[in-house]
């Protein structure tokens, strides 16, 4: 089981209007809600990668509610959250004919005693190895299907998607991180800003920030540079996706730093929110659970991500389109002088 | 008790943003959450003057447990709400420093059935006069303070302020307001569109649209001829909001009908969204319940309507400033040839 570990949950609500425009009152057509944060997209797309995943992280009051009432219905994800006095945060995404315009909550602040017990819940959840969790919500279907056996449970990998909530800063997931090293199970963290020097400095397996994320973090003007940057910090591996031109791969490797660039055969046009938690889950997948060779799970990475692009909705991909686009995946060796 | 009934009950959710563009990503920089709908409104308001108001109407979902919490926060009202399937709607209301932005969720459609239990629901709350009804949610003082007493909790007018859900249409509106007929209960409608219509030729003794709505509705061009035709219909009383000029109200009397217009003695600028409502809570209270005369009720809800605007959320009222305000309201009768 792969532990997809999301700071900052969402009840995601798309709201469909003729037009927008600002300071006037809008109709709402029709309102669709899902369960959100990137590492609960993280989790809905293992699930559809044939892995069995377990959302966790902190979440509180009626939206908390709502996300869990939501992710009971989705297949293949399991749930254990850490239980917040404070009410999980809504995005509403307004959509127009002729575009979206999105508002983000901030989250709840967490306590420094919430910020300890998630701690506390990771560090018993890497530990109970194959003991049966009793308080874990199924999806739905496990009422008439069988329960995960006990070795099915145990937590293979760890990954840390999203934005961090207020009350909880770099320092906070550079110690879960460290929980992660400590009981010897790799983790991957997806973050922005002085976080993302904070998970390389703890150690991180992997790190997949996009173009953005990489050069604003570190300074740098490219994303090899970037990369290795943050390699230099103490990450293992950096995974730094380029948009349309793919992504790219770097490792520290005992001859030196081994990079590769995945790039599709074509741009692929659709909604882009998402593909990079689909990249995630790839890389939790095959890189950190199966340990198979950098190139082929970037590949896999970029024909996965494609098919999330054309999906309407966050969290889902298409195995079919993805299988059709992986022989048409470029790779190539970058040097890194 | 005053009960009020609101069709498509809301949570009013208001966003802080630093500015706002259509097609663009909004951080959000505080939420507010309150309980709305007009009903609602109304039924707090009530509780401000020092009235018991119970709250009622279709409440469901996620959406409606939050409503219903809110609700318990707020003192002196109570809850008796009919479950539905599905979920009630939530509003988001943008707050730019340069103005507001609406987006309105349509509410969650009514079956047949759930429209037939709210008037029965209805029926049985105004039949059960003075015996105690175990399954009301009062409010959170209730804890330490007495509960009220059976005569205290028998309904002795009704409001229904707001919107329709899909699926109540107005003949079923006209049912509602039957149903109070029936059991001999002072009935006001705060609505809009065809359903005005359908409120007055059902007997409403009160209706209370605003200018548009009632030109709107009646295809007249002025407000006294507008009010005449509703009273035309089968409406006992019509007040009709005119915004900064005060209001007009015109019943029907033995020598033929009796207008007077009341207006502030200056213009109160501030947030209008909830004074019409704060207008049907003095209404309710002053006309339904104490049969007070026409012109002093108006004064009174002018003087209200103008501390309400006073004040930053919908729903709240300035006691002190409309005490203060209600020598300088203006009444003139006004002919009714």
């Known amino acids: 089981m792969i532990l997809a570990l999301t700071p900052n949950p969402a009840l995601d609500l798309t709201y469909e209007v003729d037009s927008i425009a600002a300071f006037a009152e809008h109709r709402v057509r029709r309102v669709h809600a899902a369960p959100g ?22 979440l509180g009051g009626a939206t908390g509610e709502e996300i869990r009432d939501l992710l009971v219905a989705a297949d293949g994800v399991w749930q254990a959250w850490t239980p917040i006095s404070g009410s999980s ?5 307004v959509v127009a004919p002729d575009g979206a315009t999105g508002f983000h909550e901030p989250g709840p602040a967490l306590s420094s005693a919430e910020c300890s017990q998630l701690k506390e819940d990771l560090r018993a959840r890497l530990s109970s190895d194959a003991a049966p969790q009793s308080s874990d919500t199924g999806p739905q279907s496990s009422d008439t299907c069988p329960q995960p056996s006990d070795d099915a449970r145990r937590i293979v990998a760890v990954t840390l998607s999203g934005s961090l909530p207020p009350g909880l800063d770099g320092d906070q997931l550079a110690g879960l991180v460290q929980a992660c090293r400590e009981h010897e199970r790799p983790v991957l963290v997806d973050t922005s800003g002085p976080a993302l020097l904070d998970a390389a400095r703890a150690g991180a397996d992997v790190l997949k920030p996009n173009l953005g994320e990489a050069l604003a973090a570190t300074g740098e003007d490219t994303p090899l540079a970037a990369a290795r940057a943050l390699l230099g910090l103490g990450a293992g591996t950096v995974v730094c996706s380029l ?23 074509e741009a692929i046009s659709g909604n882009p929110t998402g593909a990079g938690d689909s990249v ?14 950098l190139p082929d799970v970037l590949r896999h990475a970029v024909a996965v991500s494609a098919s999330a692009v054309t999906c309407p909705v966050a969290g889902q991909i298409d195995p079919g389109l993805a299988a059709q686009l992986l022989p048409t995946v470029s790779i190539e060796e970058i040097p890194c002088p």
Chains 1, 2 share one sequence.
Do not use: E, I
């Not at 809905?44 to 069995?52: D, I, K, P, T």
């Not at 945060?89 to 995404?93: G, K, S």
């Not at 995630?280 to 060779?293: I, K, N």
């Open 89 to 93: 945060r809504r995005t509403v995404t």
């Open 280 to 293: 995630v889950a790839v890389l939790a997948a095959r890189l950190l659970v199966d340990a198979d060779p």
């Open 37 to 58: 944060g990137k590492g609960v997209n993280v989790a809905r797309v293992l699930a559809q990668l044939g892995r069995r995943a377990l959302c966790a992280g902190p």
């Open 243 to 265: 948009g349309a031109d793919g992504m790219l791969g770097v490792h520290r490797a005992p001859a030196g730093d081994a990079a590769w660039q995945a790039a599709p055969a």
